[in-house]
């Protein structure tokens, strides 16, 4: 079941960071990636594309089973044949989201060099 309490999901979304790392951490604060990370998971069963965009030039766009980073000039993406997040369990969820991020970052990150 979604949970929905933001309080909750963000500090899951924290616990994931802290506890696994996450390639976002290299390019926003650990609130912002938290609050990324968040908000991926609070809109990805109700919208087809959902944009959040930061102040340092970075964008993350998220749908049900993509995550594409857009930046400095490249843009890059990765998707699972699956949605992201199955709402069966926050931590899974919140680990998927977090995975499919860094997957998508390595690609981005592979386009800037």
Known sequence: MKVTDLNTVKAIATEQLENYGGGILDFLTME??????????????????????????????????????????????????????????????MRAINVTLDAALARWEDNRL
């Open 32 to 93: 912002d990636a938290a609050n990324c990370l968040t908000m991926i998971y609070v809109t990805n069963d109700i919208t087809s594309g959902f944009g959040q965009d930061f102040t340092n030039n970075i964008s993350v766009v998220s749908s049900q089973t993509r995550i594409a980073i857009i930046g400095f000039g490249r843009h890059s993406f990765y998707k699972v044949s699956e949605p992201i997040c199955g709402y069966e369990s926050l931590s899974d969820d």
